[in-house]
């Protein structure tokens, strides 16, 4: 009885473990690899508080909703810069990836922040910012397919 | 109910228990066998998340489930066990001729009644269909 | 009330109880990675749980005890234990995440984190338990699930070229991003949202709560029969309106949010009011129903008193692991632990122990010492092993799947 209680609390922890993505990188592609999940997480994050943002403004939304939207796709995008920087780049070759991904994060992490500000002081999110970080993340997919 | 055949393990073991009012009283969790006159009688059930325990095997966690039974029983006695002559009835589910604070699971759930349940506001009255 | 009337509202309970906040996830994310490449996973998956909801309804009508109950005494101590573990633990975390789902819904009116709702939530829900009759639970929150139909409305606004829709659903093709595991991973993961096994334990309880006989049995399998299919097709709306709106700006969903976000860009105000209404009741309802299903599953293996049909202070035990399943539930999530990986973890796991569910119906469907005349026919049957087969399958490749596509990433 005992043992088979430690067996499956072994498994039930292993399959856990396995479960989620954030590893070393060992090789530049797998660096690549994981750089290009990051990026298009951001995107997602960017698009979404776009979106959320644009139907607010056509009054097709309201401020709460909105305020809690950008909240959520602020702290996503925290959470990607610092688990994406605290990956150890392979080579040398991946220290130019990361310094251009964190440049990346770190616009769209403004252009949101800023937004959120001005969402829960019910003033106009400026949407310049957001759409140029979307256009810069989605540029960067297309060129590491 | 006397010429009819049964099972015990398929009729008794794991039946749900249901007392002379029909209200639910438990499962059968193990039986007693006695021997004699060269032959295994039932002598009768025993119930009890503490004989279901030790039947299956988990013996220092079936003790320690009876010794709950016990502390809860104001008695402090043993009333796991069923003889079978109050069973008054066995089809999908056994019925005896004891109410249901005879039986062992009773004392489990007063304690509970008394001690959590009953300082919640309503607890007397089912929801009003 | 009229006849009719019963029947109607029975039917629109069905519908709009369907919908839980696995189904939200599940087909918000698919529809925004795959198109509707997996819709018809929901297909399969709604008849499922409609033959086999029909099974543990018949079964609670026949015999008067819900499924959960007989397994100890038709399949043994043991099998029902295991049973009985993986089930309470994986409706724990269903419940955790119905919970949270209740209070991001309402966070999206009050523009706070949803974790500082989350006490008054788990409180809301007990208390609802507690003094609400089984009867208007059921209605109250169904009727009001009706309200994800503003799914199906924004849908049919966005006028979609509804032949290139029907072409993607029965030509699953493999977007370039995907590779053909996670697409195995999410299509296991919509099976276990629309086969929740913590339905058909409500359902089968709740059959005997409102004591149901064999006079029901015609209600009992219009309800499935009609119900559950539209139940379904909301499913596939909320999945369409992902695939028309989230999936061509990137967007893949993340939070319970992004979920009801399409609605508001096409019906504005109004429809993300509805929408977000109609997220609190679907959840609502379903905190409440795997609430006491905790309740129900302990209860009737242990053989204690168990129901809403007799009064707290006779059925105490019963209560008191309902109480106790909600307040773990909210602390589960006062942890900060992501609702969505909560929510994405209970409908995987759900998936891998469905035939450890659905077995037991399949047998004692089949018995007639329970049955009666009632036990199943030969065409049911096939169908239900061909079922079951289908569910083996997709358990055993739930981990390896699970493992080799990190959670789906």
């Given at each position: 009885m005992r043992r088979t209680v430690v067996l499956v609390a072994l498994a039930v922890a292993f399959v856990v473990g396995c479960a989620h993505p954030v590893g070393p990188a060992r090789t530049f592609g797998a660096y690549e690899g994981k750089a290009r999940t990051t990026v298009s997480s951001a995107r997602s994050n960017v698009e979404t508080v776009r979106l959320a943002v644009d139907a607010l403004a056509r009054g097709n939304s309201f401020g709460p909703y909105t305020a809690v939207v950008v909240s959520d796709a602020e702290d996503a995008l925290g959470g990607l810069q610092g688990t994406f920087g605290s990956i150890q780049p392979p080579d040398r070759r991946a220290d130019a990836l990361r310094r251009e991904v964190d440049d990346l994060l770190g616009d769209a992490l403004d252009g949101v922040s800023a937004a959120r500000i001005a969402v829960r002081r019910s003033e106009r999110p400026d949407t310049a910012a957001l759409v140029e970080s979307a256009s810069a993340l989605a540029q960067w997919l297309a060129a590491h397919p | 109910m006397s010429g009819r055949r049964f099972w015990a393990h398929l009729h008794l073991l794991d039946r749900q228990l249901v007392d002379r009012d029909g209200r639910l009283c438990g499962n059968v969790d193990d039986l007693e066998l006695e021997w004699r006159d060269g032959r295994l009688w039932v002598s009768g059930l025993r119930t009890g998340a503490g004989s279901l325990a030790r039947r299956l095997g988990a013996r220092v966690l079936g003790a320690w489930l009876d010794q709950v039974h016990r502390g809860v029983d104001p008695e402090r006695a043993d009333h796991t066990f069923i003889p079978l002559?109050?069973?008054?009835d066995l089809g999908d589910h056994v019925t005896l001729?004891?109410?249901?604070?005879?039986?062992?699971?009773w004392h489990g759930e007063r304690w509970v009644a008394d001690h959590v349940i009953a300082h919640i506001p309503g607890s007397g009255h089912a929801s009003d269909e | 009330m009229s006849r009719f009337l019963k029947i109607f509202l029975g039917v629109l309970t069905a519908i709009g109880g369907f919908v839980d906040i696995g189904d939200l996830v599940a087909n918000a994310e698919t529809g925004a990675r795959f198109g509707l490449g997996l819709a018809w996973v929901v297909l399969v998956g709604v008849v499922g749980i409609v033959v086999y909801a029909e099974m543990a309804g018949r079964v609670a009508a026949s015999s008067g005890r819900p499924v959960f109950d007989l397994v100890r005494e038709r399949l043994g101590p043991r099998v029902a234990l295991v049973n009985l573990l993986a089930s309470f633990f994986i409706n724990f975390l269903t419940l955790a995440a119905e919970l949270a789902g209740v209070a991001i819904a309402l966070s999206l009116l009050a523009?706070?984190?949803?974790v500082l709702l989350v006490p008054a939530v788990a409180f809301l829900v007990w208390v609802v338990v507690w003094r609400m009759s089984f009867g208007a639970i059921e209605h109250v929150f169904g009727i009001m699930g009706l309200a994800l139909l503003v799914f199906v409305v924004a849908l049919v606004h966005l006028s979609p070229d509804w032949t290139s829709m029907l072409h993607e659903a029965t030509h699953p093709a493999l977007p370039t991003e995907e590779t053909p595991f996670t697409y195995a991973f999410f299509a296991i993961a919509l099976f276990g949202a629309a086969m929740t096994p913590y339905e058909v334990f409500f359902f089968s309880s709740g059959a005997v709560e409102e004591g149901w006989?064999?006079?029901?049995l015609a209600t009992n399998r219009l309800n499935v029969y009609v119900g559950f299919p539209l139940g379904g097709l909301l499913s596939l709306a909320i999945m369409a309106v992902a695939s028309q709106v989230l999936r061509p700006a990137g967007i893949s969903v993340g939070t319970l949010p992004q979920v009801v976000l399409p609605v508001a860009v096409v019906l504005g105000k109004v429809g993300l009011a509805v929408a977000i209404l109609g997220v609190f009741a679907a959840t609502f309802g379903a905190a409440i129903e795997t609430g006491l299903s905790a309740g129900y599953t302990v209860a009737q293996y242990l053989g204690w008193q168990w129901?809403?049909?007799?009064r707290p202070r006779d059925a105490p035990r019963f209560h008191l692991v309902v109480l106790v399943s909600i307040v773990l539930g909210a602390l589960f999530l006062l942890s900060g632990i992501d609702p969505i990986m909560v929510t994405e973890y209970s409908i995987v796991l759900s998936a891998a122990a469905l035939p450890l569910t659905y077995f037991p119906i399949l047998v004692i469907a089949n018995d007639p010492e329970y049955m009666g005349t009632l036990t199943n026919g030969k065409v049911l049957n096939a169908i239900a092993m061909t079922y079951l087969c289908i569910l083996t399958i997709v358990a055993v490749a739930t981990v390896p799947l699970m493992i080799i596509t990190k959670g789906g990433a």
């Amino acid at each position: 009885m005992r043992r088979t209680v430690v067996l499956v609390a072994l498994a039930v922890a292993f399959v856990v473990g396995c479960a989620h993505p954030v590893g070393p990188a060992r090789t530049f592609g797998a660096y690549e690899g994981k750089a290009r999940t990051t990026v298009s997480s951001a995107r997602s994050n960017v698009e979404t508080v776009r979106l959320a943002v644009d139907a607010l403004a056509r009054g097709n939304s309201f401020g709460p909703y909105t305020a809690v939207v950008v909240s959520d796709a602020e702290d996503a995008l925290g959470g990607l810069q610092g688990t994406f920087g605290s990956i150890q780049p392979p080579d040398r070759r991946a220290d130019a990836l990361r310094r251009e991904v964190d440049d990346l994060l770190g616009d769209a992490l403004d252009g949101v922040s800023a937004a959120r500000i001005a969402v829960r002081r019910s003033e106009r999110p400026d949407t310049a910012a957001l759409v140029e970080s979307a256009s810069a993340l989605a540029q960067w997919l297309a060129a590491h397919p | 109910m006397s010429g009819r055949r049964f099972w015990a393990h398929l009729h008794l073991l794991d039946r749900q228990l249901v007392d002379r009012d029909g209200r639910l009283c438990g499962n059968v969790d193990d039986l007693e066998l006695e021997w004699r006159d060269g032959r295994l009688w039932v002598s009768g059930l025993r119930t009890g998340a503490g004989s279901l325990a030790r039947r299956l095997g988990a013996r220092v966690l079936g003790a320690w489930l009876d010794q709950v039974h016990r502390g809860v029983d104001p008695e402090r006695a043993d009333h796991t066990f069923i003889p079978l002559r109050h069973v008054a009835d066995l089809g999908d589910h056994v019925t005896l001729s004891l109410d249901r604070t005879e039986v062992a699971t009773w004392h489990g759930e007063r304690w509970v009644a008394d001690h959590v349940i009953a300082h919640i506001p309503g607890s007397g009255h089912a929801s009003d269909e | 009330m009229s006849r009719f009337l019963k029947i109607f509202l029975g039917v629109l309970t069905a519908i709009g109880g369907f919908v839980d906040i696995g189904d939200l996830v599940a087909n918000a994310e698919t529809g925004a990675r795959f198109g509707l490449g997996l819709a018809w996973v929901v297909l399969v998956g709604v008849v499922g749980i409609v033959v086999y909801a029909e099974m543990a309804g018949r079964v609670a009508a026949s015999s008067g005890r819900p499924v959960f109950d007989l397994v100890r005494e038709r399949l043994g101590p043991r099998v029902a234990l295991v049973n009985l573990l993986a089930s309470f633990f994986i409706n724990f975390l269903t419940l955790a995440a119905e919970l949270a789902g209740v209070a991001i819904a309402l966070s999206l009116l009050a523009g706070v984190s949803y974790v500082l709702l989350v006490p008054a939530v788990a409180f809301l829900v007990w208390v609802v338990v507690w003094r609400m009759s089984f009867g208007a639970i059921e209605h109250v929150f169904g009727i009001m699930g009706l309200a994800l139909l503003v799914f199906v409305v924004a849908l049919v606004h966005l006028s979609p070229d509804w032949t290139s829709m029907l072409h993607e659903a029965t030509h699953p093709a493999l977007p370039t991003e995907e590779t053909p595991f996670t697409y195995a991973f999410f299509a296991i993961a919509l099976f276990g949202a629309a086969m929740t096994p913590y339905e058909v334990f409500f359902f089968s309880s709740g059959a005997v709560e409102e004591g149901w006989t064999r006079r029901d049995l015609a209600t009992n399998r219009l309800n499935v029969y009609v119900g559950f299919p539209l139940g379904g097709l909301l499913s596939l709306a909320i999945m369409a309106v992902a695939s028309q709106v989230l999936r061509p700006a990137g967007i893949s969903v993340g939070t319970l949010p992004q979920v009801v976000l399409p609605v508001a860009v096409v019906l504005g105000k109004v429809g993300l009011a509805v929408a977000i209404l109609g997220v609190f009741a679907a959840t609502f309802g379903a905190a409440i129903e795997t609430g006491l299903s905790a309740g129900y599953t302990v209860a009737q293996y242990l053989g204690w008193q168990w129901g809403k049909f007799v009064r707290p202070r006779d059925a105490p035990r019963f209560h008191l692991v309902v109480l106790v399943s909600i307040v773990l539930g909210a602390l589960f999530l006062l942890s900060g632990i992501d609702p969505i990986m909560v929510t994405e973890y209970s409908i995987v796991l759900s998936a891998a122990a469905l035939p450890l569910t659905y077995f037991p119906i399949l047998v004692i469907a089949n018995d007639p010492e329970y049955m009666g005349t009632l036990t199943n026919g030969k065409v049911l049957n096939a169908i239900a092993m061909t079922y079951l087969c289908i569910l083996t399958i997709v358990a055993v490749a739930t981990v390896p799947l699970m493992i080799i596509t990190k959670g789906g990433a």
